[in-house]
């Protein structure tokens, strides 16, 4: 069909009806005949020691108790909670030296809240009560809680495949110089007349998902694993859980759960292990763990913080001549993800703007912080926070007006992407750069706040971002579908696509429709378990539509094939002359010929002989379409935002007034969903630029590990917000769709920050930029004592 009567609409949630009325099945609402309950008991006096005495007696004749579990009493195995590993080649992966460092309780303590050992019982209050009576003697050792005392030389080590506790570094091998880029740095920079320069710190998040991590596992009487859990990942997981209990895959079966929010912290493995261990120990049993919410906010992997300097050179004219970064970020105890943020911080940088000459080293260390990992826009914040301040820095140097010069020197269709080799096949940021521009009144509103009086000030601000649609080549980008047409001619579309909320299942499902030519309602969804789903790498860089609906579009375009070859012996014209809408089969050239697609589907499962003429009634056979489909690219898509903020001067106060995301999408398959996506986006980049941080004392004790003392942003908080969709069609992506999960994250973070620079003339170098921290940067400078304020 030349026009699209279900891609493009606001079609319903597919899961709104269960969880309005209670009825979405969370991990933690599943409830099992003969069911026991684990708790992990968990390192909280210190951040780094030795076990050195473990007693379970006490815990073990406690009331109620079943099993208690030491690290002997459970697999010698190690592992990585991530799954990055699975994502790469082998080849790629000796490169990367990802390692298995994780054990299921650990006598080395790397971090507040590392697993010691684990109760079984038979009600989580007597598991709550044994836990308290096990007996830890423990042997302080060094807090590292930076890189540079980690490094230090007579640092304890935390692993000895990891010497000097240098988890990652980009490799020789692939990077010459472990240095990803490009150019004679030194010489273009000799040449520049204009040089920006800074180091930078940016901070370790927490996703703030509202679900806590909950499991359930199970060992049947033949030795069959079943766990159910809200991974991001399930295939995956299910993959690491057979090589981790040396099971053949058909003894592990991974049922997937509703997901209440991810946003990265499911992405991998969290408690999976803890929980199957309890399972396996206890076979027949099935075993529910949960964690509280101070337990989730130390043992999830969250945002990488550390240290980000960064130097580029120009000419007079604003010409960009090099660029020269370092990312060094501060691991946590153990290697997970070590390699991911290291490698895509630099990406984002690359693939942003035309820098003849590009240098950027990413590195890892290892520290007594807690868990990093993925989390929403996975390296592209810290990335925007630095490189959007020193653009802006520049253009006051050279007098360059913020938006023009990124219209200038962004890159575009033609321009090597943020993978090295693989060019953009479409882009629309000026367009986001115009319509954003119009939207806050940037020509008016850059002019009057110019010069200002008095306590409060204002300013305006612009940021850009690119990101990506699915990891493609670097990373396995894999998805299996398969389409069922039942003799109704209603379908069910099979696969393992993860929705974590966001809307990606009724975006699926909307593609599956339009494609097939069938109402929204006569189709279904069916994510299966993992017996009967096909593969999917999972939800991770924003590639559910992207590639999942490549993969559904693609399996229902088999199955149309199929219903037109048997309408076209029917109606005696060639297939590829027909088309369908609502079910009904057509001559593209003579619409009133037709045949219902029902009558196919009948009489492929119902394959009667007419007694009255003793013709077959139609071609035999249901039809099927299956697909293992592998994208050819990663489309990324592009965005602009603009901020307005004001400032108290005499309060450090920051208040956000306005922010306009204009975000370069392709297509929007649900619009509603696609804004929904972008203003939960802003909400987090807020809380990175301004708020949100993860805090250790000197012992490496979390300070803030709940919702009352971190400071996420909540309605009150949030601006008027202005969202632009910027329909581009993508040559690639299903029905011309990008990605749009992570990206509406990314460019409020430098929006905001460059909006705090037009308004007092002062850069923050340290994320979140406090009220603390401003009223410092302005007695610093002066600021607060003078009437107005040079800008450009």
Known sequence: MSEQAIVGTNAPRVDVRDKATGQAQYAADIRLPGM???????????????????????????????????????????????????????????????????????????????????????????????????????????????????????????????????????????????????????????????????????????????????????????????????????????????????????????????????????????SEPQACAMALAVPGHPVKLQTLREEDWVISPSRHPGKYWMRIGFKRDGSPLACDARFENYKGGYYLDASGTAFTAGAWLGGMYRFPALRYHGESYFTNQGLTGAYRGYGNPQTNFVLEQLIDRACAEFGADPVEWRKKWHKGVGDDGWCPGVTYPSCALDECLDRGAAAIGWTEKRRKYAKQDGPIRRGVGVAVMNHTSGAMPMLLEHTACTVKLNEDATAEILFA??????????????????????????????????????????????????????????????????????????????????????????????????????????????????????????????????????????????????????????????????????????????????????????????????????????????????????????????????????EDADPIGPYGAKSVGESGLVSPVGAVANAIFHAIGIQFTEAPITPEKVLKGILEKGVRDYATIRRS
């Open 36 to 270: 026991l309950y684990g708790k992990v008991v968990r390192c909280w006096e210190h951040a780094h020691a030795r076990v050195k005495r473990l007693d379970l007696s006490a815990a073990a004749a406690s009331p109620g108790v079943v099993r208690v579990l030491g690290p002997k009493d459970v697999t010698p195995k190690r592992y990585n909670s991530s799954v990055l590993d699975l994502m790469v080649s082998e080849s790629m992966h000796d490169m990367l030296g990802d390692i298995d460092d994780q054990p299921i309780f650990t006598d080395h303590v790397k971090f507040q809240g590392d697993a010691i050992c684990g109760i079984i019982a038979r009600t989580e209050e007597a598991a709550e009560r044994a836990a308290a009576k096990v007996v830890v003697e423990y042997e302080p050792l060094p807090v590292y809680l930076t890189a540079e005392a980690s490094r230090a030389p007579g640092a304890v080590q935390f692993t000895p495949e990891k010497p000097g506790n240098l988890a990652f570094q980009l490799p020789e091998a692939m990077f010459p110089n472990h240095a990803l880029g490009g150019g004679d740095v030194e010489a273009a920079m000799r040449e520049a007349d204009v040089v920006v320069e800074d180091a930078f710190y940016v901070p370790k998040q927490k996703q703030c998902q509202m679900e806590p991590h909950a499991y359930v596992a199970k060992v049947d009487s033949g030795g069959r694993l079943t766990c159910w859990t809200s991974s991001q990942m399930p295939k995956l997981v299910q993959r690491k859980l057979s090589k981790l209990f040396d099971l053949p895959m058909n003894l592990v079966k991974i049922v997937p759960t509703v997901i209440g929010g991810g946003f990265g912290t499911r992405l991998g493995m969290i």
């Open 497 to 726: 696509c993860s929705d974590m909320g966001q809307g990606s299942h009724t975006a699926l499902k909307q593609i599956a429709a339009e494609t097939l030519g069938f109402p929204f309602e006569h189709v279904q969804l069916s994510p299966g378990t993992s017996d009967v789903a096909g593969f999917d790498i999972g939800a991770h860089a924003s590639r559910t539509i992207y590639v999942g609906g490549a993969a559904v579009k693609k399996a229902c375009e088999e199955v149309k094939r199929q219903l037109f070859e048997r309408a076209s012996l029917q109606l005696g014209v060639p297939a590829d002359q027909l088309d369908i809408r609502d079910k009904r089969i057509f001559v593209q050239e003579d619409p009133a010929r037709g045949i219902d697609a029902e009558a196919i589907t009948r009489a492929g499962v119902y394959h009667f002989i007419d007694p009255a003429t003793g013709e077959p009634g139609g071609v035999p056979g249901q039809i099927q379409g299956y697909v293992s489909f592998f994208p050819p690219h990663n489309s990324p898509p592009f965005g602009a935002s603009f901020a307005e903020v004001e400032i108290d001067t005499e309060t450090g106060e920051v208040r956000v007034v306005e922010l306009v995301n204009a975000h370069d999408i392709g297509r929007a398959i649900n619009p509603a969903a696609v804004e929904g996506q972008l203003e939960g986006g802003i909400q987090q980049g807020l809380g990175f630029v301004l708020s949100e941080e993860i805090y250790y004392d000197a012992d490496g004790r979390v300070q803030n590990n709940s919702f009352t003392d971190y400071k996420m942003f909540g309605p009150e908080d949030m601006p008027k917000i202005t969202t632009i969709l910027v």
